[in-house]
């Protein structure tokens, strides 16, 4: 069978549309001309430290059987015709691009998918990359879309999950959304985990916090799940139209291996191996802080503010703890804590010790041992004395942030076989 590959990205603005409902509109169009996709479109989350980046750096791609070269024509005017009417062109970070392809998804493709998910790709590198596989390009304004695009056509998706999402009228984009929360509280219970993200307490995770058409997404391990989700949660208002993608959000596709903390570059995401070198510490804003270091190097870490109480965490750890860190490496070149896997903690501190009156003794001076003030005894040993502490993080335990500072790339502890670590 052969195969029109579409992908579509950078249609949307903070003001407005989603390039997830623009597909959709697309889809719903192209049914009605008896032209249908194959299996789900796919929502593909790129690298999250795209410098242009809307919200989520998500592409959107979808796949047609063809039938003769008719469906073809009339599916790329369809699609062409959509995105030049629906894109939020007024923003100028709102650089659009389609790109169709027909052939195999080659493994250069796959590379170049990881090149987007890891690294950070120019317009003319995907341009270049589009004439090299034979794609065709479209590009609007600066059509930056075409470096998203041809990843979410060439991204391999071996983990995945599903997301429903429900699109409002658009006389109410902009408004409060009316989701009945006591119904999401009841999906989420009879649910989860085969879906997942809900709520986050009082936080409905399902509602996004833009003015864009979504009124909700609910987040999966299969499709089928999301029928009974769906029917559970109670909207307050009209949803036009659903659809669902399947995406590679939630799988750790944008954490890399790496050994040592030099070898770690800006705007990457890693896990890493290292120890503590100084005790958390909060900065104004209430960003907390600590040094990650390995023989090779070391690397500011940060738990930001929006990570609410994962900070009362972080700030339970020590000088001296080992750890594998989870997360990436962003603007401000520290290291954004996505979770982490406690290997080691250092449960010693070290005390002067006791005199036999009872009393803490003190430092005699440097290398003089250590003296009573209260009796006056003096011992010459130097040595502190080692003492066993409680600690309230538990050695081998995964921690990750809340739901509602969650990334979308990021493997929820829920979706992982902590067995095998
Ligand atoms: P939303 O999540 O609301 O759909 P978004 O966060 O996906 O929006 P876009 O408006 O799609 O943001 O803009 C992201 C831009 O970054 C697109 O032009 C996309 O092609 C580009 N892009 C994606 N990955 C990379 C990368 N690795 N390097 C450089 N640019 C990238």
Redo the contacts with the bound molecule.
């Keep these: 069978m052969n195969f029109l590959y579409v992908g579509i ?2 249609t ?1 603005s903070p003001d407005g549309m ?2 997830t409902f623009l597909a959709s509109t697309i889809i719903n169009e192209l049914n009605k001309n008896n032209i249908e996709i194959t299996g789900f479109p796919r929502l593909i989350r ?2 999250p430290f ?1 410098r ?8 959107v791609s979808f796949k047609i059987a063809i039938n003769s070269d008719n469906d073809i024509d009339l599916a790329k005017e369809i699609i062409l015709r959509n995105v030049s009417e629906l894109s939020m062109f007024d923003c100028d970070n ?2 659009p ?1 389609v790109v169709f392809y027909q052939g195999d998804i080659t493994d250069e493709m796959v590379d170049y998918a990881f090149h ?1 998910i890891y ?3 120019t317009i003319e590198e995907a341009e270049e990359f589009a004439s090299k596989i034979g794609a065709e390009i479209h590009k609007f304004k600066k059509g ?2 075409i ?2 695009s041809i ?1 979410a056509i060439s991204c391999p998706l071996d983990d995945y999950t599903y997301e429903l999402l429900a699109y409002r009228h658009k006389d109410k984009y902009g408004t409060v959304r009316q989701i009945d929360y006591d119904s999401v509280v009841k999906m989420d219970k009879e649910t989860y985990p085969e879906t997942f993200e809900n709520i986050d307490g009082k936080y409905l995770a399902i509602e996004p916090k833009t003015p ?1 058409p979504v009124l909700y997404g609910i987040r999966s391990n299969s499709p089928e799940v999301l029928d009974i989700a769906r029917d559970i949660v109670i909207p307050n208002e009209e949803i036009v139209d659903y659809c669902i993608f399947k995406t590679n959000q939630h799988t750790d596709m944008h954490i890399q291996n790496v050994d040592n903390i030099s070898d770690m570059k800006q705007y990457a995401c890693y896990k890493v191996k290292g120890t503590l070198i100084d005790n958390p510490h909060v900065i104004g804003g209430g960003h907390m802080f600590f040094t990650l270091a390995d023989d090779s190097g070391e690397i500011e870490c940060a738990a930001y503010e929006p990570t609410k109480n994962f900070r009362k965490t972080v700030a339970k750890l020590r000088k001296g703890d080992s750890l594998e860190l989870y997360g990436g490496i962003g603007e401000q070149n520290t290291f954004n804590i996505e979770k982490f896997q406690v290997l080691k903690l250092n449960d010693v501190i070290y005390e002067n010790p006791i005199c036999k009156c009872g009393k803490r003794m003190t430092s005699a001076g440097k290398g003089k041992g250590f003296k009573c003030k209260n009796c006056g005894a003096k011992i010459t040993d130097d040595n502190k004395v080692a003492k066993k502490i409680n600690r309230e993080l538990i050695n081998g335990k995964f921690y990750e942030t809340p739901v509602s500072a969650r990334r979308h790339l990021s493997k929820p502890l829920i979706r992982m076989d902590l067995n095998k670590y």
């Excluded at 980046?53 to 998500?58: E, Q």
């Design positions: 990205d950078d949307d989603c390039t790129l690298n795209a242009f980046k809307t919200r989520g750096n998500g592409g709102t650089n691009g987007a690294d950070i790709i930056r879309g470096i998203g990843a864009c």
